[in-house]
């Protein structure tokens, strides 16, 4: 019996895609519309799309005059406008009382937190909810938004979720973006999430207003937590404790940097944040635990399957309700159902429709890592593990579910790794051998880790399944590690754009249906696909081969300063300048340099262009003589008076991240006062001014000491 067509077995695929081209066109604004007359053609073409719809569909209109395309194009169009109408809804800032307009005369804030805290090393980093407002007048007044507060170290217990506080509104500040160029983008990050504004606050900060006295989903879910955290603190040292901490509820606040990057390096980070394959193997617990007289009392299907979602998705809370978590228990959800109304459901169908919901829900989830990864991997899996599989069919038992394992290892990598690459910058190498082992000992540690936590929550003494916790833990931690010592473990500074990525997918895809059909027209699609990708790589390191940049980087308490000329880079050096640090790392690949070298000169000539570097407010004058295109301030200069008033018209003033945020925004407003051009770092992001110019590389950069 011949299959259905993917697109009638799985309708949710074609109605997923028009809702992400809405949603990213609320975002990205391919059309350039303001917001507010955006969301009035997106709701006038929501309404005539459903009209026309409705009325082809009706009886009025003869069978014979509906056209099967008409009616196809105005669901897609339905669809794009309800993705745009989405965005705009759940964008915070486009409505009218975000916190944002109403800073100017607020004096105090009602918040509440979240979730627990994340512990750094001087500070407890809280996510707060924006309830209300008091202005000036001592009004309360409706506020939406969601605010960063950091508090110094030791006190856990100040701020509890539920709870209603009240914190002062003069020490929040917007969360700008440092601009550095291949860097990860904080502001963005955070803006994604509806968060725009942080806080540092004092203890005596903070006033309790209210404290819960119904049933609060987020101190509920907070005991839950701080009951997985404290079983086990209780019974597992370091470092066996931070990762147990990771592998049961997601929390890898307390995780070692250099482990967490071996297993990032390894491809295995996957079995140390609550993902599918964790919440997969509490479902399969649950419903092998739990049982009922099903066939005698059909009736208690129903009963358990109640109790095996609630556990999930009361679990899914406690593990942070992340994108990739929210998937996994939507995607059980839906099978436990279907598998109860004995209605199979497709599997790419099943993912359509979860990802059709989760972007109704929160639209910002199409930019988030752990969605993209989440789907990909389970599409990956789900499309090539069945191709894989037949490669090897081995007789024996253990062999053949060691090669299932490395099936599905394998399939997870074809649509991943695109992601992995694009964002993440690296590739793992010895990911398949590294999976072998990390993924049984993880679900044996798993097991062993909610025994433990049950135990403690009962109050029985947990040292035996905290030892085998913490045995399976150092068991795996040092195969990891000795994985990441292999030569060659990562392939790393690794640069595509958007576009190569979505061509890499274009290839993967016209090579599977080619595979899969023999059909000539992929083939030819795929040679096509490869084309345009080496072309687009061809013509990237080309316009980064004629690239002359001048970069002032942000780094607050430092600087950094290259000067970028083709593929070769020369760093300046300044007291306060740093020859080591993730920025410059993110920018060298960026600008795929390839030749690093170090100057220290207060003054540099590039051709028409001159780039003043003072040490102190004396040399400053002395340097403005000569008529500089740039002048760099640092933490050295103490002071503009003695030289603001000699800057000639033309020159650009650049303060970098080393001068003190305040002394920084204070002589900008005085050098914008002056009418004398001006770049904050601070304010505006780092500097990257164009040295645009037919010459070669200046002789003054060719031969200079590395430090």
């Not at 599918?276 to 049982?291: N, R, T």
């Not at 940049?549 to 300046?572: F, N, Q």
Request: aromatic share 10%; hydrophobic share 45%; with cysteine.
């Amino acid at each position: 019996m011949q299959r259905a067509p993917l697109w009638k077995r799985a309708p949710f695929l074609r109605l997923v895609l028009p809702l992400m081209a809405g949603i990213s066109q609320g975002q990205n604004q391919l059309f350039p519309i303001q917001p507010g007359l955006a969301g009035i053609i997106s709701t006038s073409l929501l309404i005539l799309s459903s009209a026309i719809l409705l009325i082809i569909q009706s009886s009025i209109v003869p069978l014979r005059y509906r056209p099967a395309p008409l009616s196809g194009l105005l669901i897609n169009c339905l669809l794009f406008s309800t993705g745009i109408l989405l965005f705009n809804h759940h964008k915070i800032t486009h409505h009218h009382n975000w916190i944002g307009y109403h800073l100017n005369h607020t004096i105090a804030i009602a918040v509440s937190p979240d979730a627990l805290p994340s512990p750094g090393k001087k500070s407890l980093r809280y996510q707060l909810t924006i309830h209300s407002t008091i202005d000036q007048n001592g009004k309360t007044n409706p506020a939406k938004g969601k605010i960063i507060a950091y508090i110094p170290s030791g006190n856990q217990d100040l701020l509890q979720p539920g709870s209603i506080y009240l914190i002062p509104a003069s020490n929040l500040k917007t969360i700008t973006s440092p601009g550095n160029p291949g860097s990860f983008d904080y502001a963005r990050f955070c803006q994604r999430k509806n968060i725009y504004h942080q806080t540092y606050l004092k203890p005596e900060d903070i006033m309790l207003l209210k404290t819960p006295t119904g049933f609060s989903l987020n101190r509920f879910l907070a005991t839950g937590q701080s009951s997985a955290l404290a079983a086990m603190r209780n019974s597992a040292p370091e470092p066996a404790r931070a990762l147990a901490m990771a592998l049961l509820i997601g929390y890898r606040d307390e995780v070692d940097k250099d482990l967490l990057q071996a297993y990032t390096n390894t491809g295995v980070v996957h079995v140390i944040a609550v993902s599918g394959m964790h919440l997969g193997l509490i479902f399969l617990l649950l419903q092998h635990l739990l049982v009922f007289p099903e066939n005698r009392f059909p009736i208690t299907r129903w009963f358990k399957a109640a109790i095996v979602l609630l556990i999930t998705w009361w679990f899914s809370g406690i593990a942070g309700a992340a994108a990739s978590i929210i998937r996994a228990a939507f995607m059980f959800s839906l099978l436990l159902v279907a598998k109860i109304l004995r209605k199979p459901m497709d599997p790419i169908q099943a993912l359509s429709l979860g990802a059709f919901a989760l972007l109704c829900y929160n639209p910002f989830w199409l930019w988030d890592a752990g969605f993209q990864l989440s789907f990909a991997a389970l599409l990956s899996i789900v499309v090539f593990q069945p191709l894989i599989t037949p490669w090897l069919q081995p007789k024996n038992k253990i062999a053949y579910a060691i090669w299932q394992l490395m099936a599905v290892t394998l399939a997870a990598q074809v649509l991943t790794l695109p992601i992995s690459i694009g964002q993440f910058h690296q590739a793992p190498v010895y990911f398949l051998f590294a999976n072998l082992l990390a993924v049984p000992l993880s679900s044996l540690a798993l097991i062993t880790a909610i025994l433990q936590w049950i135990m403690s929550a009962c109050l029985i003494p947990t040292n035996l399944a905290g030892q085998l916790t913490v045995a399976l833990i150092n068991w795996m931690n040092a195969f990891i590690r000795r994985i990441d010592r292999l030569p060659g473990a990562v392939l790393d500074q690794l640069e595509w754009s958007t576009t190569q990525t979505w061509l890499a997918y274009g290839i993967i895809t016209c090579v599977t249906v080619w595979l899969a059909t023999k059909n000539r027209r992929p083939f030819l699609l795929t040679l096509v696909s490869l084309i345009f990708f080496a072309g687009s790589r061809f013509a990237d390191h080309a316009t980064k081969s004629r690239q002359q940049i001048l970069a002032v980087y942000h780094l607050p308490g430092k600087s950094a300063v290259e000067i970028i000329w083709g593929k070769d880079c020369t760093r300046m050096l300044t007291a306060f300048s740093t020859t080591k640090h993730p920025v410059l790392q993110a920018s060298a690949r960026y600008f795929r340099v390839t030749n690093i070298r170090y100057l220290a000169t207060p003054l540099l000539r590039i051709h028409q262009h001159t780039l003043a570097l003072p040490q102190n407010q004396q040399e400053a004058a002395g340097l403005l003589k000569t008529n500089p295109s740039f002048l760099l301030l640092t933490r050295q200069t103490r002071n503009i008076k003695g030289f603001a008033n000699h800057i000639p018209a033309k020159c650009v003033v650049i303060i970098d991240g080393s001068v003190y945020e305040n002394k920084a925004q204070q002589w900008e407003e005085e050098l914008k006062i002056a009418g004398i051009q001006c770049h904050n770092t601070w304010t505006s992001g780092a500097f990257l001014g164009s040295l645009k110019s037919n010459r070669d590389w200046p002789d003054a950069l060719k031969f200079h000491p590395k430090p």
